[in-house]
C-alpha cells in the first residue's frame, strides 16, 4: 500500500530549469534513487550508467543527477523519439505529456526555422540524457503521488550560448517560445544560458500556473546545476505541499468568470475549455444557452483563484471568440480533502478522499489511474474501482 498526502509540487526557478536540475530536485525531495537507476534499462538505453551526487551550490546542499552515456547518435527527429517513449513500458500519461514535450520542442524550432516539426532534428534535445531528463521527471513526479505542478517566476539568465546552430541569444529562441504564458525575469548579469530547452518544455507541460498564494509545505529539495557559481546557488527548488485550510468553516473566496459564445464549432468550445481547466481552473462547466435573434451558443464559466484572473481571462480570449467577460466574486464551501495512493493489484491509484460534516468520508478514484490499471490486468472498470476504494477504506 502507497499513500501521499502533497497535492502540490511548486518549482522555483530562482536559477533557471533543466531536466537535471528537476531530476535532482525529485531524489532530494524523496525519490527512490534506485528507481532512477533503472530508468535507462526501462526505456530500453542500453549501457546507460547514472550519477547521483550530494554537492553544494552557494553553501546549499543539493542532489546532483548525471548521465554515463556510451557512443550515440547526436539528436534524433521526433517521429524517433515518439517511437521510443510509445514502445517503453511507461504509464500512459507519462508517456503522453513526454511525447507533448518533445513535439512541444520540434513545432517550436520547426516554426523558428521555417520548416515542419517532423523535419527538424533535435540536437541537444533528441540525445539521451534529455529524453532521460523529460520522461525521469515527468513519471518522477507521478512516483511521489503530485497531482498538480505550479511554478513560481523563472529566471533566464542573460549573454549568448552556443548551439548546433550557432551563437544564439539568452534564453534561446526556441526556449523563449516554450515559456509563453509564465513569468520570467532576466538576468542575474553574467549568468549565461539558466533555462534549457527541455526544462522550459517540463514547464509548458507540467505546470498549471503560479504557486497558490496559500499551502502548507512538506518536504523541499534542491537540484544542482552544472555550474558553481560563486555567491550564489546555481539551484532548483521543489516544494511539496498540501492545500492550505480554507477559513472560517472551509468557505473561500473565488471568481467565477462567465462568457457566451455563439459562433464557434462544439470541438472548438470543449478543446478551449480543457486549455482552461489545465492552466490552473478549479472548474469549468458548458452550458447550452440562446442568444440574441435566436441563435444557440454556449455559456463558458470557469471557477478561479483570485490570483489567476488575468492569466485565466487571458486564456478564454485567446482560445476563444468572446469580446468580453463577466466576472463575479462567490464563495465555495469546500470538503477538507486529501490525496492518497493505493495499490491495486500491484498498481498505484490514486484516490481523492473528502471528509464529511458527521465525520464520515468519500472517496473516489482518479479515473486515469483506473483505466490504466483495467487495461493492464483485464479486470473490468467497476472491478478495479471497487478495489481501490476498498483499500481506501483500510487505510483510514
Avoid at 554515463?68 to 503522453?96: C, F, K, S, W, Y
Wanted: with cysteine; net charge negative.
Amino acid at each position: 500500500m502507497y499513500f501521499s498526502p502533497v497535492a502540490i509540487a511548486i518549482l522555483e526557478p530562482f536559477s533557471g530549469i533543466s531536466g537535471d536540475m528537476t531530476l535532482g530536485a525529485l531524489i532530494h525531495v524523496g525519490l527512490d534513487p534506485e528507481w532512477l537507476r533503472a530508468l535507462p534499462g526501462r526505456l530500453g538505453l542500453a549501457d546507460v550508467g547514472v550519477r547521483i551526487a550530494d554537492v553544494q551550490r552557494g553553501m546549499i546542499a543539493c542532489k546532483k543527477v548525471d548521465f554515463d552515456i556510451p557512443e550515440q547518435p547526436h539528436g534524433r527527429h521526433i517521429e524517433e523519439i515518439r517511437t521510443l517513449v510509445g514502445e517503453a513500458p511507461i504509464p500512459p500519461r507519462v508517456r503522453a505529456l513526454a511525447s507533448q514535450a518533445f513535439t512541444a520542442i520540434a513545432e517550436e524550432e520547426g516554426e523558428i526555422h521555417g520548416v515542419s516539426a517532423d523535419e527538424v532534428h533535435l540536437h541537444e534535445v533528441g540525445a539521451v540524457d534529455a529524453i532521460l531528463d523529460v520522461v525521469g521527471a515527468i513519471w518522477g513526479l507521478s512516483e511521489l503521488g503530485v497531482s498538480r505542478v505550479c511554478c513560481g517566476t523563472i529566471s533566464l539568465g542573460d549573454g549568448f550560448v552556443k548551439a548546433a546552430h550557432g551563437i544564439l541569444p539568452v534564453p534561446a529562441p526556441a526556449t523563449l517560445r516554450l515559456l509563453e504564458g509564465h513569468a520570467v525575469r532576466p538576468g542575474p548579469e553574467g549568468a549565461g544560458e539558466l533555462v534549457t530547452p527541455t526544462g522550459a518544455a517540463l514547464v509548458k507541460v507540467l505546470s498549471s500556473g503560479a504557486p497558490p498564494s496559500r499551502y502548507i509545505p512538506r518536504r523541499s529539495g534542491y537540484g544542482a546545476g552544472s555550474k558553481d557559481l560563486l555567491g550564489r546557488a546555481n539551484a532548483l527548488r521543489i516544494t511539496l505541499a498540501d492545500d492550505a485550510p480554507v477559513g472560517d468553516g472551509g468557505v473561500e473566496r473565488l471568481v467565477l468568470l462567465a462568457t457566451d459564445v455563439d459562433d464557434m464549432s462544439p470541438e472548438l468550445v470543449a478543446g478551449s475549455a480543457e486549455i482552461v481547466r489545465g492552466a490552473g481552473a478549479l472548474d469549468v462547466v458548458l452550458t447550452a444557452t440562446q442568444m440574441k435573434k435566436g441563435r444557440g451558443g454556449t455559456r463558458i464559466e470557469a471557477l478561479v483563484r483570485e490570483d489567476d484572473v488575468a492569466r485565466i481571462e487571458a486564456l478564454l480570449f485567446a482560445h476563444t471568440t468572446t469580446l468580453g467577460i463577466r466576472r463575479a466574486v462567490v464563495e465555495r464551501h469546500a470538503l477538507p480533502r486529501e490525496r492518497r495512493v493505493v495499490d491495486v493489484l500491484g498498481h498505484a491509484v490514486r484516490v481523492k478522499v473528502a471528509t464529511l460534516p458527521n465525520g464520515g468520508f468519500r472517496a473516489k478514484p482518479e479515473f486515469d489511474d483506473v483505466r490504466a490499471v483495467a487495461q493492464a490486468t483485464g479486470r473490468t472498470l467497476g472491478d478495479v474501482a471497487s478495489l481501490a476504494l476498498a483499500e481506501a477504506e483500510r487505510d483510514r
